[in-house]
C-alpha cells in the first residue's frame, strides 16, 4: 500500500535563507521569484560585423544580474538546463547574415539569413533558440559570424534566457 502525504506550505526558503525560493499564491499558482532570467535588446550603436560579440545594452529584466550588459555575457549562476532565444534583424535583406549563440567556443544554435537579393534594403528577422545542459559559470553569448547584424531599432533585436531548471 503507498502512503500519500500533503506538505502545506505557502513559501519555501533554504534555513539559512531570507528569499521566498518558491511561492504559492492564494490560487495555487507557483512562482519561484530568484529563478535566473534575462531579457535583452540592442537599440544603439549601429551596425556589428563579423567576429564581434553583439552586445546587448538594454535591460528589460536581469533577475540575479548574471547578464551583463558591458561584456553581452550570461554568466551561468548554477548548473542546470537553461533555455536562451534571439531575434535580431540582417543589416541588409541582400547580404548573407549569420549569428550564434555560444557557450564559450562551443555553439549552441545559429540564426542565419542567406542572400535574398531583392535590393529593396529592408532587413530580415532572424532567429535561435536552444534548451542546454549547462554548468555554473559557463558564458553565454551571441557572435556575429557572417556579415553584419542591425543594432538601431525599437526592441526588435532582442536576447533572452533563463534557467529551465
Known amino acids: 500500500a503507498q502512503m500519500a502525504s500533503i506538505l ?3 513559501k519555501i526558503r533554504r534555513a539559512a535563507g531570507s528569499t521566498d525560493a518558491l511561492v504559492i499564491d492564494s490560487s495555487d499558482r507557483i512562482t519561484t521569484p530568484t529563478r535566473p532570467a534575462f531579457n535583452v535588446y540592442k537599440n544603439t550603436g549601429g ?3 563579423s567576429g564581434n560579440t553583439y552586445i546587448f545594452e538594454t535591460v528589460d529584466i536581469n533577475i540575479g544580474g548574471c547578464y551583463s550588459t558591458s561584456t553581452g555575457k550570461f554568466t551561468v549562476p548554477v548548473a542546470g538546463v537553461y533555455v536562451f532565444h ?3 534583424l540582417s543589416l541588409s535583406d541582400n547580404a548573407v547574415a549569420e549569428y550564434q549563440i555560444l557557450n564559450g ?3 549552441l544554435s545559429v540564426g542565419y539569413h ?3 537579393g531583392s535590393g ?4 530580415n528577422a532572424m532567429s535561435a533558440h536552444v534548451v542546454t545542459s549547462l554548468s555554473a559559470n559557463d558564458e553565454i553569448r551571441v557572435k556575429v559570424t557572417n556579415g553584419s547584424l542591425y543594432g538601431d531599432s525599437g ?4 536576447f533572452m534566457g533563463y ?3
Do not use: E, F, M, R
Open 47 to 49: 551596425a556589428v560585423s
Open 163 to 165: 534557467l529551465l531548471g
Open 120 to 123: 529593396n534594403s529592408g532587413h
Open 8 to 10: 502545506n506550505v505557502d
Open 114 to 116: 542567406h542572400n535574398g
Open 86 to 88: 534571439s531575434n535580431i
Open 155 to 158: 526592441n526588435y533585436n532582442q
Open 105 to 107: 567556443t562551443d555553439v
